[in-house]
């Protein structure tokens, strides 16, 4: 095998490993206490030996009561998600952007019903108790993913607010892009909708729309950096400056993600990542060769 491709694969290998070892752990607890993450609760009996297995939480200043609409309402066509309105509600008949109160029309949910991620999947109600737990799961035999919200009142006006997921991944089928895209996609998803759901029930304001996009573009240059720099270790011959111009910005990249940074971080860290990339371009090597 080639020289720079080893690199490539190297880079790629070495900010794998700092994700699953240095990042993941944490996403898969965030906001929950080691009681909340090792508590069993409803559901956890739906997917055996889960790829992934997230235990998130959060405090809300409001019982039982108040929160649970917020709940119920959740979903593709519904209220939305509270957290990246631009992704996640794009095409809904609701609207692009998640509600900002409590919808009436949205508040009848029974065991057996569906509530659509998207356009084309859904989970369905598989366990329902008003103000306690309330549990989604797709519809395999038996199921492969199931999502766990359950209510803890800590006193009259909070309430700790569990979310469990508990996934299988098929990485040798045709679901493998869309477990790939659950895997790092659902670290910033769930954490993000509790932090919406928060805000909301306890009168913050939503984040505004502008804000979502400058934040989804800083996420997708950072990404382009980093794949831009794994091709170059594959283009350049100064072999050493591209992979470590693949690892500067794929740490930007996880940071970006991961770290829940204010937004003017993670837009000033496009500057070190644009200049390892310069760097890295414009070393010793000139043109493009694909021959070593």
Known sequence: MPARILSALGALAVWAGAYYVLIRPSQLRWGATPDEVTRPLPGDDLVARPSLHATRAITIAAPPEKIWPWIVQIGYHRAGFYGYDLIENLGSKSGIRSAVNIIPKFQHLSVGDKVYMSRIAWFKICDLRPNRILIWCDEATPPQGAFTFALFPLDEGHTRVVVRARIRFHWSDRRAPLDLFTEFGDHVAVPRMLLGMRDR????????????????????????????????????????????????????????????????????????????MRWAWRGPGTGLDFRK
């Open 201 to 276: 029930i306890e009168g913050r304001p939503a984040t505004p729309l502008a804000m979502q996009a400058l934040e989804l573009a800083s996420w997708t240059a950072t990404l382009l950096e980093f794949t831009a720099a794994l091709f170059m270790v594959l283009a350049r011959r100064y072999w050493w400056r591209q992979p470590a111009a693949a690892l500067i910005s794929g740490a930007i990249l996880l940071f970006v993600l991961y770290a829940r940074a204010p937004l003017w971080i993670g837009i000033l860290l496009q500057c070190p990542a644009v200049l390892a």
